[in-house]
């Protein structure tokens, strides 16, 4: 049995920060210390209108290490450029705000501070996340510029969303929040900027399915769709458009997603078949139900009314169905959640229903499975191929599952 974690040199991955001037460079501080409680070493850069919102002793504390302004530009303490040594130094580069002058000055290559001198004297991928007003943001020139930006595909730009801003305008410009940058962060370190989906249309399915007996009563399970979360994260990151159809979430959905709540299987079957001609790669996470109550009530049931037996009725095999009905140009992977064995289940499940791939994960173990972040698994696909992954964070579980779908 294989094992698709490759390995990486024996060192922590480096993240380098520029900040730019504007009030959302206050978010910055919980990147930088999610970052380096994750293991990631940090270095930031302020540009001089980024001191006038945070100060280089908070970001240095919070990194713990220097963080560089340019007055730290051409000291004589360097034994070589700073901006060079800090370019080749990084894995990632992150602009997080990225300024409309910071947008022009890269646009056009310009060089006249520290931060856009490293950005050229580097080779590495550089993560963008804008923040500015709603008209600035919404400025013809700006728009070019930020769509110019992006036919490098060393560059990798997040969408803002809409909100009230610190203008008290309610309108796009805001800056995206943390976690949703850090998450980013953490795909393009595992892809090193790679973008091998891009064209490709993914539909995925997450969490559960609720099958009611009245209006307050429901078979389900515990799944959460935090894995179909992390899938539809990875697929975006990697360049796909995605369509995320998911039982009751409480999470929010990633912007650029196009995402379509459902409750019941019978739901989710409609809109997974509606879905199903366009897509490339199909991923069924979802937790379907199994069964669901024969009869259903359209007012809360007594106590005293509930049957002491459950007639129980099938609900669709939605995933059968999509093999059934997939084209030889898709590609169709299940799930399968297990006890004890996981790999003789998975395997049946496999050739029984014709897909081309599953994911054999158990929720048995600790920090695995249902509600929790992290997961593992066993990859198997329909020509014998059985990849193990070892304890992960479900987002690198959802990469290595896309780096496998690649292979196969």
């Known amino acids: 049995m294989a094992n698709s974690q490759p390995q990486t040199e024996n060192r922590q991955p480096r993240v380098l920060i520029g900040v730019g001037g504007g009030i959302a460079a206050y978010k910055v501080c919980e990147v930088v210390s ?5 293991g990631v070493e940090v270095r930031v850069i302020l540009t001089r209108s980024a001191q006038e919102f945070i100060t280089p002793l908070t970001l240095s504390t919070l990194s713990r290490h220097q963080a560089y302004t340019d007055n730290d530009f051409w000291q004589p303490t360097h034994s070589r450029p700073l901006h060079i040594e800090l370019g080749e130094w990084a894995d990632l580069l992150v602009i997080a705000p990225l300024t409309a002058n ?4 890269l646009t056009y290559g310009m060089a006249d501070n520290l931060l856009t001198n490293t950005v050229l004297a580097s080779t590495c991928p550089v993560l963008l996340a804008p923040a500015m007003n709603t008209d600035m943001w919404e400025q013809l020139t700006v728009q070019r510029n930020w769509q110019q930006l992006l036919e490098d595909s060393r560059y990798h730009g997040m969408s803002t ?10 309108g796009a410009g805001r800056m995206a ?3 949703a940058i850090v998450t980013y962060i953490h795909s393009l370190l595992h892809t090193k900027g790679k973008r091998d989906l891009v064209g490709k249309q993914v539909l995925i399915s997450a969490g559960s399915t609720r099958e009611y007996l009245d209006p307050v009563r429901f078979i389900g399970n ?3 769709g935090k894995m179909g979360l992390a899938l539809a994260q990875a697929a975006l990151h990697r360049g796909a458009k995605i369509t995320l159809v998911h039982g009751v979430a409480t999470w929010d959905v990633p912007l650029g997603v ?4 459902v409750i019941t299987a019978e739901e989710m079957q409609q809109v997974m078949l509606e879905y199903l001609p366009n897509a490339d790669v199909i991923v069924m996470s979802a937790a379907v139900a199994d069964v669901k109550p024969k009869d259903y009530s359209s007012e809360k049931l007594p106590k005293r009314s509930l049957p002491q037996a459950l007639p129980l009725a099938p609900v669709p095999d939605i995933v059968a169905q999509l093999a059934q009905l997939k084209q030889p140009h898709q590609f169709l992977i299940g799930f399968a959640a297990q ?3 996981i790999v003789t289940p998975a395997m049946e499940k496999l050739r029984s229903k014709k897909l081309d791939a599953i994911v054999a994960n158990p929720i ?6 249902f509600g929790s972040n992290n997961n593992q698994a066993i990859f198997l696909d329909s020509q014998g191929q059985q990849v193990r992954i070892t304890p992960c964070s479900k987002l690198q579980m959802a990469h290595h599952l896309f780096d496998f779908v690649r292979s196969c």
């Not at 999610?34 to 994750?38: D, E, Y």
């Not at 910071?102 to 000055?105: F, N």
């Not at 009230?164 to 309610?170: N, Q």
């Open 339 to 341: 006890t004890g064995d």
């Open 258 to 261: 196009q995402a379509i709540p």
């Open 102 to 105: 910071t947008l022009a000055k």
């Open 177 to 179: 929040e943390p976690p």
């Open 34 to 38: 999610t970052l380096f409680k994750a």
């Open 364 to 369: 048995d173990q600790p920090d695995s499975g």
């Open 222 to 224: 515990p799944s959460t």
């Open 161 to 170: 969303a809409s909100g009230l801003l610190a203008c008290d305008r309610i």
